[in-house]
């Protein structure tokens, strides 16, 4: 919802570079009162590792899935971001030679599955034209794919940088890689509508969505496997909904309860499956 508040306001490229330049005009005092320490990137392998993070995770990721949400629904957007732990475990499994094993696709899938249900009933999957379906939907797709590829690379540069570091220099250079997208954008007509509460969007995505849940959420990635993180993935979904049902007074219904037992019993399945390799 605030992301579809601030594309009221500004164009998906412009709306992600003002993200993540307020996210790390915050970032970068509150490190160092906190006592964390920045540190430039020094051997090829860290620049590298960095720019694949930027590169997927900030170039291609956040403007995919804020175009694609141009052309459809919230609901149907967040439902085929289901896909991304999928994703995760076959990129980790072809580039980190990860097994892969029956009980983890089935956990996945009942993820999915838990999650269309949870969001089905707010969903409005059918948009206004056909194309406008296929087009944001293959986009949304595309940003589910570079998310999980964001995930990888994250935790093949977690080798060479802690959390912060990583947080801070990939977000600054996915800005650098933006700021000219988004100049062209405003340039050739970019929508430029600012209001109040396309600004407090924009505040709370850029201090609380990335600022603070991408340090936390770096953190996992270096502490797990990305497949033990896939696991987990889900979890946002019903997290999300019942968030709506306690601050939104959203009504409770039957997919929601119905959409949160599959979606545990997915992640259930899933961790027990890790208990049992340790």
Request: net charge positive; with cysteine; proline share 4%.
């Amino acid at each position: 919802m605030a992301s579809k508040q601030t594309l009221a306001a500004w164009g998906p490229l412009t709306a992600s570079a003002l993200r993540f330049a307020v996210a790390l005009l915050v970032m970068a005092p509150l490190f160092s009162l906190i006592g964390l320490k920045l540190r430039m990137p020094k051997s090829r392998s860290e620049f590298f590792w960095i720019s694949m993070v930027s590169i997927s995770g900030f170039g291609f990721l956040y403007p995919l899935q804020l175009t694609g949400l141009k052309f459809i629904s919230s609901g149907l957007s967040a439902a085929i971001m289901l896909t991304s732990p999928l994703f995760v475990v076959a990129l980790s499994a072809l580039l980190l030679k990860q097994s892969i094993s029956i009980l983890k696709i089935v956990s996945l899938g009942l993820g999915i599955v838990g999650g269309c249900v949870l969001l089905f009933p707010n969903a409005n999957f059918i948009s206004t034209t056909e194309f406008n379906f296929f087009q944001g939907s293959m986009l949304t797709l595309a940003a589910s794919f570079f998310l999980a590829l964001s995930v990888i690379a994250t935790r093949k540069a977690s080798v060479y940088m802690d959390s912060a570091n990583l947080t801070f220099w990939s977000m600054l250079l996915g800005l650098v890689l933006l700021l000219p997208l988004s100049t062209y954008e405003i340039a050739n007509g970019g929508l430029f509508a600012p209001s109040w509460p396309s600004f407090l969007s924009l505040l709370y995505l850029a201090i609380v969505c990335s600022a603070l849940c991408f340090f936390i959420w770096n953190k996992a990635i270096i502490k797990s496997t990305p497949n033990e993180l896939a696991s987990t993935m889900h979890i946002k979904t019903p997290t999300a909904v019942i968030l709506g049902c306690v601050l939104a007074s959203e009504p409770f219904s039957l997919s929601l309860l119905v959409g949160g037992i599959v979606v545990s019993f997915g992640v259930w399945l899933s961790q027990k499956e890790q208990v049992r390799k340790k």
